[in-house]
């Protein structure tokens, strides 16, 4: 049979040609269009349909590309964006698929344009001919700034797969659970006045203490009310992470803001803990109601388990001889799993992820090709 698209290389070539970076400075953030486009073209060589969505107000797209009819299937999915680089620090040209000491070195060769090229390699060969459920490979944008991609392909979905697959490097360990993520930032808003007569103002930095009290306290209620044992770490944890206020000795500070994140463990809502933070600064806020502005940070991420009470993950264990993990980082899946039992499961090391001189170690390879396999069998034949 003659292949349809390019061997493996050249395609995992193409794939990290195409710089994809998504950063929240908007003059490094660039569109995934070509890298879209790119992998649309393989897909659709390989008789695949292709569906690109636009993300509203961007000018970045998803890809979902189907095989198959019916209901159920598998769904493989990984994010096209990577994160900026920092030249300086880099040894080689990170668009440039670099083959070394058995390593692939490239910016998105592990996080997680690799997983894309495993999947092509695997996709030229099946028996396209015997497959009784859909396959649909996922490609999303901005997975490294807002998770904008994967909000918006659960918003549009029509898909209800049996099984979704994210490709992050998990060094091909099952993992089925993360914390999330969330940050907050308060402004406690004071008067200035001069240093000699304290009643002239009211110092900022003053009402911050007692918040921090409170913060600290609700740290203590998350560890204690908030258990999970599969994570090494096995709590939420609160971390206050940076505070700025003032500028002269002899001034009445007016302005000081404390930025702060919080991880839950899945059972911890990000509901919860905005109603927890309310409930816990509840009588400083009445206090000085107008002078405390609390903001969210950057792009919420939620906690994520799909837990053992679940047939597709015993189905994946058993099927793969894995036992499920968790990890500390977060992924798209507390989006997926709104529409199917999802996991995380794919080729490289975490530790290669956002680095400089990043590399997939080519060991991976021939592992990540007969999971897709067994996987492929499993759900859509
Ligand atoms: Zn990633």
Known sequence: MKRKI???MEIYKSLIKIPTISSTNKSIDQSNKNFID???????DLKFSI????IPNTNKFNMLACMGTGCGGLLLSGHSDTVDFDENTWTKDPFILTESNNKFYGL???DMKGFFACILEVL?????KKIKKPIYILSTANEETDMSGAKYFIESNIIQPDCIIIGEPTSLELINAHKGHVS??????????HSSNPDDGINSIEIMHHIIEYLIDFKKYLKKKYQHKKFSIPYPTVNLSSIHGGDAINRICSLCTLNFEIRPIPGLTLTQIEILIQEKLQSIILKWSSRIVIKKLFSAVPAFECSHKNNTLKKIETLCKLNSKTVNYCTEAPFFEKIAPTLILGPGSIAQAHQSDEYLDSFFIEPTKNILNKLLYQFCY
């Open 38 to 44: 790119l992998l649309s073209n393989y897909l659709s």
């Open 184 to 193: 907050y930032s308060i402004e406690v808003i004071g008067r200035t006045g």
């Open 51 to 54: 569906k690109i969505d636009q």
């Open 124 to 128: 030229s060969s099946i028996n396209k």
């Open 6 to 8: 390019p061997p493996f």
């Open 108 to 110: 998105g060769t592990v």
